[in-house]
């Protein structure tokens, strides 16, 4: 089943490779870790140990992309079922998410398995998404089931200045919210991709393929290749 590149099935599909693919740049960093300080404590020390140019460590830039991933993939997933309801349109009520509402400071930053275990489990996640379109009865069926995800109302919720208690509400979708995760990881890598160089003891040739790098400047490098 191949839907047209300007279809609602190929941009979740689009979205859902992209948070993956992000996701396992973290797993081959992980991997990196192991590989280059030899055991599993050293490698949690450099996991740990806070960069003084940064301001933070690998665990906890992690950490707090995935808080973010992990909401619009669980939000994502859930939308499959509902799409199966009798009267799906009774289940389009707005999706709460509360970005900013997290825990600080716990096992997820400071446990490079826990960390692992995160990130595979949101990658099976968003693996839900893709099978439940593959299992479409037709093209049809499947743009339909796309469309119904990727257009399901969210209230994304954030604390958009320090002097005020409640949060704001900006209306979104889950196709915009599944965007913003994997542009907000992006430049999360960015920053690891410092902290991996300068503290955790990693060399270029130990970062997975791209990491840390947006698909935009990957995209400039290429044509800039092609034209030397």
Same mark, same amino acid.
Do not use: W
């Given at each position: ?121 949101? +990658?099976? !996640?968003?693996?839900?998404? %893709? *099978?439940? @379109? &593959? /299992? $479409?009865?037709?093209? =049809? ?50 920053? +690891?991709? !410092?902290?991996?160089?300068? %503290? *955790?003891? @990693? &060399? /270029? $040739?130990?970062?997975? =393929? ?19």
């Amino acid at each position: 089943m191949s839907a047209p590149a300007s279809s609602a099935a190929a941009l979740l599909r689009t979205l859902c490779r992209s948070n993956t693919a992000l996701c396992t740049q973290k797993v081959g960093l992980l991997d990196a870790l192991l590989d280059r300080h030899g055991t599993p404590a050293a490698a949690a020390d450099a996991f740990t140990t806070v960069c003084p140019i940064v301001g933070a460590s690998i665990g906890q830039h992690f950490r707090h992309s995935m808080d973010h991933m992990e909401l619009i993939a669980l939000v994502s997933a859930g939308k499959c079922t509902s799409a199966a309801a009798p009267d799906a349109a009774s289940t389009a009520v707005p999706a709460e998410i509360h970005y900013d509402l997290r825990v600080r400071g716990g096992t997820l930053e400071k446990d490079m398995d826990e960390a692992r275990n995160r990130i595979v489990s949101v +990658v099976g !996640v968003l693996d839900e998404v %893709t *099978a439940a @379109l &593959s /299992e $479409a009865k037709n093209d =049809d069926e499947e743009e339909e089931l796309a469309s119904f995800i990727a257009n399901s109302p969210v209230n994304a919720q954030f604390f958009l200045t320090a002097d005020e208690n409640e949060e704001s509400k900006l209306p979104s979708t889950v196709a915009r919210e599944l965007g913003f995760a994997a542009h907000h990881a992006i430049h999360h890598l960015a920053m +690891v991709r !410092v902290i991996a160089l300068e %503290t *955790a003891g @990693l &060399s /270029e $040739a130990d970062l997975p =393929d791209h990491f840390g790098r947006a698909p935009s400047t990957i995209k400039h490098d290429r044509e800039g290749e092609r034209k030397s």
